[in-house]
C-alpha cells in the first residue's frame, strides 16, 4: 500500500475535503498498486476559508519589551474575558501575500511596506512599537517554514494576516501594558467568488465609515466594524459592496468596500488623497500610483465630489472606475446607484487591466521588479 504525507493545511467545516492533502508517493511493493477512484476537484480556496496549521506569536509584557517570535501550531488563542481588547477594541492587523512564482522562487509583495505601516498605527492605538526587523525576520521563517502550504495554481497565493492584539486583563480606559503578536496564514485563490467581475457597488449615503481625526487611516478592527452594516445590507439588494462618502457633506468619494478609489475621468486618473486622515493608505494605492505616473498618465490625487462623476456619466467621460487593494489588486466597478440614479461607467478597461497585468507580474516573477517591491524568502 502506498504511504501518505500529510501536506499542513487545514480548512473549516464548510469544505472537509480540503482539510487533508495527501500526497501519493511511489509504492514499495512489487505488487501492482491498488486501484484508486479519481476524487472530485476539492472547491476553489476563495478568500479566508482555509489556514495553514502553522502560524508565528510572540508576546510583548511593559518593561520588557516584545518577546522572541515562535512558529507555533495554529491554536486557539485563551484569553481573559477581561482582555482589553475584547471591551476597548485595541487591535490592530496587516494583509500582504506571498506567491510561488513559475521559477519555484516564493517571494513576498511589499512586505517592508506593510510592517512600517502596521508600526505607524501602533501610535495612533497607542499600542507599542513593532520591532521591525525582529517581526520580517519572523515573517520570513514562517514562510520558509510552510512553503509547502503555498498554492501553485493560477491567482492562488498565500495571504499573511499580522495581527496585534492587547491581551492584558483589567477593566478601565487606558492602553494595555501587555499583547500578542501573531501571523496567521490563509492560502487563498481569487477575492470574488466567480473569479472577477465588474462590481455593482452602491453610493452609501446614510452610514459613514470614518470621520476627521478618526480611526479611517489606520488599519484597525473598529474600522472595519463600522463599514459591515452598510455592506450587508448593500449586499442584500444585490450590490457587490458600497462607495463611501465623506463624513461631513456626505458628497465626496472616500473608499469603496475595503479598498483605495480609482476614476478615470477624460484622459485624467483621479484618486481621493489621503490628507483627510479618513482614507488607508493602501500599499497597492501606492504601488499603482507609482506606476502610472512612470507610464506618463495624468494623474491626480484630489477630493472628487460624486456629483462630478454623476456629470461625468451622464457626458460619457467617466470612462473607468476600480478599486485597488491587497485581496483583490485591482477591482473594476461596472455600476454605481446613487439613490434613484445609476451613474453609466464606460466599458473601457485600459488602465484597470494594464495595474493589474503589471502589479500580478512581479508577484509572480513574470516581469522584472524595477522598484524592489518583493522580498524572495
Known sequence: MSKR????????AEHPERREILMMQEPTSTQPAPVVPVASAPPPLGFGRVFADTMLLGRYKEGKGWQELSCVPRHELSLDPAAAVLHYGQALFEG??????ADGKVRVFRLDAHLARMHGGTERLAMPGLDIAKMREGVLDLLSRTKGAIPR???EAMYLRPLVIADEGFLGVRPAKEYIFLVLLSPVGDYYEGGMRPLKIWVEREHVRAAPGGL?????????A??????????EHGFDQVLWLDAVERRYLEEV????????????????????G??????TRQSSLT????????????????????????????????????????????ELVWGKERIHVGAESTISDRLRAEITGVQYGTIEDKHGWVTLV
Do not use: C
Not at 463600522?226 to 449586499?235: G, N, T
Not at 479618513?278 to 500599499?283: A, D, E, H, R, S
Open 153 to 155: 495554481g493560477k491567482g
Open 291 to 334: 506606476l502610472l505616473r512612470e507610464w506618463g498618465v495624468p494623474v491626480s490625487e484630489r477630493r472628487i465630489s460624486i456629483e462630478e462623476v454623476a456629470a461625468a456619466g451622464k457626458a460619457g467621460t467617466l470612462k473607468e472606475v476600480f478599486g485597488t487593494g491587497t485581496a483583490a489588486v485591482v477591482a473594476p466597478v461596472g
Open 278 to 283: 479618513t482614507i488607508l493608505g493602501g500599499i
Open 216 to 224: 479611517g487611516a489606520v488599519k484597525t478592527a473598529a474600522n472595519y
Open 5 to 12: 504525507k500529510r501536506v499542513p493545511v487545514s480548512d473549516d
Open 257 to 276: 468596500g475595503t479598498m483605495n478609489l480609482f476614476l478615470r475621468i477624460g484622459d485624467e486618473v483621479i484618486t481621493p488623497p489621503l490628507d483627510g
Open 96 to 101: 500582504l501575500k506571498a506567491f510561488y512564482g
Open 226 to 235: 463600522a463599514s459591515l452594516a452598510a455592506a450587508h445590507r448593500a449586499k
